[in-house]
């Protein structure tokens, strides 16, 4: 009886471990998504040009 329930304990959290993955790529693939097209320079750094915001000139 105790080795039945180290394996349903050993199930369930390989279960919930698949779970918690599942649910952060469908939070971020959601994300994606829906975020893509602002995703874009001005995002990062508004109206300076990225190479003076990354070399501070």
């Known amino acids: 009886m105790k080795r039945l329930s180290e394996r349903a304990a050993t199930g369930v959290a390989w279960l919930s471990g698949g779970g918690l993955v599942l ?5 971020i693939g959601f ?3 829906r975020g893509y097209e602002n995703l874009n320079l001005a995002l990062f750094f508004g109206d ?3 190479k003076a915001a990354i070399r501070g000139g």
């Open 48 to 50: 300076t040009p990225w």
């Open 23 to 27: 649910a952060l790529a469908v939070v």
């Open 31 to 33: 994300l994606i998504l």
